[in-house]
């Protein structure tokens, strides 16, 4: 045993995994903190620089776009740099573009910034959930991961309650502000983290892999870790399998998951909330950021509940249940639009479809497009197949936020939700015949059924 290995030995902690999940986890804090902020921000922006439906879309989804650019260059950086030094590198571009936004003097200026910030968010959405499954335990691999959506969500609450204790004043800036203290947590929590032993091994440092291995999970487990891990290495020429004709039924639940997951219309309801309810009668920015706070807890909770029953129901009775639910509270939402109620009841019947339409996402396509892209992806494309995914999710994303407002001035909220509403419809349909069911079923029998030529529905049991 070298002095190395016996100081790695020394070091380990069965805790330590989730340590190291935890600290990474704050890029899904940053994430949800940085995209949801705006929507309470939002109000006082539009007011501040007189702007336009256009500008108010712009002002939301320039963080969307950098999120896209981001997303899109990870796969190559997190290969170059590493996983855990790009984080390091992001949490400093989170900082930089979070204090330029707070001191904006004008819409360019901070929707600039926005997309700095943007950029960090989608190198971190990519990052962070790889970086997490490469220190992860196996027998833990599939709900440390989700513990990043749970932290998406807890961004989300965090984001809500600085823009309710900032409603009041109006101090807009602030409300962004608060983004440098996830961001300084995360630069310095990362700085003490070891590098990925994957990504070690997959630069050939193979002595220095095999140490961390051994400091995360002790000696015994280390040695089965790094014997998968031998067996994986043909990411060169990742971008020609995944044109492949047999990858078709894995990119069909990609391309399907990332477009559903946007497309069904949750950012609407997490950026623009106070809006929303400002529409449906909460007088005041005060009160719709107060409700748009409930709705950002109960996104917590059902994430909660649904984590351990990703794999004790499977994923297809979540999101065909999911799917449906999501339709007819939609639906109901946008049929109050068309109704001329009491306003107290309009309020009440409002606040309580969208707390549906909430639980239904946060219980199935919320986390479940982070948990079954990779899985349907083969070890050897899971990289750059990922960072396909979640570029096209920020892609659809920013469209979906750049739309909205216009949708709103030509459809009115009643015809706007409609369309949400049968788009979840239509997801259900597509998780009937093209989702498969892949609870409890190994990675190595998905990637066998896809190289056999199965369609997307039985590529799992
Ligand atoms: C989605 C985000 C969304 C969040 C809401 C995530 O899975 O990718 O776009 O804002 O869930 O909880």
Redesign the pocket.
Known sequence: MTIEQSSASSQHSSMYPFVIAAIAAVAGILF?FD??VISGAILFIKTQFALSDSLVGMAVGSVLVGALLGAALSSRCSDYWGRRNLLVITSIIFLIGTVFSAFATSVWMLAGFRLIVGFAIGIASYTAPLYISEIAPVQWRGALVSLN?LA??IG?VLSYVVDVSYASSGNWRMMLGWGVLPAAILFIGMMFLPKSPRWLFLKGEEDQARENLIRIHGRSAAAKEFSEMSGVQEEKKAWGVLRKEWMRPALVVVIGLAFF??WTG??TI?YYAPTIFQMTGFHGPTAAILATLGIGIV?VLA?IVALPLIDRWGRRPLLIMGSIGMGISLGLFSILFTMHSAEGAMRVLAFLSLVGYIIC??MS???L??VMIPEVLPLSVRGVGSGLGVAL?WAF?ALVAFMFPILLGLLHPAGTFLIFSLLSFACFVYVWFLIPETKGVSLEKIESRLRAGYKSRDLGC
Do not use: D, E, H, R
Request: glycine share 14%.
């Open positions: 949800g995209t949801g959506q998406i969500t989300i997951q946007q949750i950012n997490i996104n994430t996402f946060a396509l919320g986390p497009m982070w999710s994303n």
